[in-house]
């Protein structure tokens, strides 16, 4: 039972590269979200999904696309990668939507040069 | 937008002493939590308090919510080296989502000298 699996755990991109996160969960959980998390900023979160086939989005989704296409997997892309995306991404679950308690996977730390 | 400010930003301690940290927020809320981060990791769920709640403990964890003052407040008692790490706190609003889009803090830095 491995939890919340994210790969690569380091990444460095030229700006205009594209390239996915990965983020996997083995617990069934119905939620999944991934949040950036930047120096003196916090968590932010980027987009959500509450089941497969639904996506919805967070406080700073602008540069970002998600899908669900399986309970399982829940992708994070960069279409066309820049400096401002340099950061921690985390992906977090949990059971159903309104549950509380969130379960994170160990980050991605992502530089866009 | 942050919901949630965690006070102090930084907070250096001897080890056996207590730790306060406060979260202040914005608007009403269904609950609120505390998570805890170690350097270069995941965030781990601490402890979570219901709006209709007034305090709550967690082994050396003491957490008190106020909401008429829209405030927590997060006690770790003897504090260990191994308490070091960073501690968020996450607010549950209804105006923002609820429980779909949980918002955190900036955290606070926690360091426990042997």
């Known amino acids: 039972n491995a939890g919340v699996t994210q790969t690569p755990k380091f990444q460095v991109l030229k700006t205009g590269q594209s390239m996915t996160l990965q983020c996997a969960q083995d617990?069934?959980?119905?939620?999944m979200s991934w949040y950036r998390q930047d120096p003196g900023m916090g968590l932010r979160l980027i987009h959500y999904s509450v089941g497969a086939g639904i996506t919805d989005q967070g406080e700073v989704p602008n540069g970002y696309n998600v899908s669900r296409s399986t309970t399982e997997d829940f992708p994070l892309r960069l279409l066309s990668a820049a400096p401002s995306q340099t950061s921690v991404y985390f992906c977090?679950?949990?059971?159903?939507?309104?549950?509380?308690?969130?379960?994170f996977g160990s980050g991605t730390q992502l530089s866009v040069l | 937008s942050q919901q949630g400010e965690e006070d102090p930003q930084a907070l250096s301690i001897q080890e056996g002493e207590n730790a306060t940290m406060n979260c202040s927020y914005k608007?009403?809320?269904?609950?609120l939590q505390w998570y805890r981060q170690n350097s270069g990791r995941g965030l781990v769920h601490l402890i979570l308090i219901r709006s209709n709640e007034r305090e709550k403990h967690s082994g050396r964890l003491r957490v008190t919510l106020d909401t008429s003052k829209k405030s927590s407040s997060l006690l770790i008692t003897a504090s260990r080296a191994a308490d070091t790490a960073s501690y968020f706190c996450?607010?549950?609003?209804?105006?923002?989502?609820?429980?779909?889009?949980?918002?955190f803090g900036k955290g606070t830095k926690l360091t426990v000298n042997p």
């Open positions: 977090a679950t949990k059971r159903t939507a309104t549950n509380e308690k969130l379960f």
């Open positions: 996450a607010t549950d609003a209804r105006a923002q989502g609820g429980s779909e889009k949980l918002v």
């Open positions: 608007t009403s809320i269904n609950n």
């Open positions: 617990m069934n959980h119905e939620y």
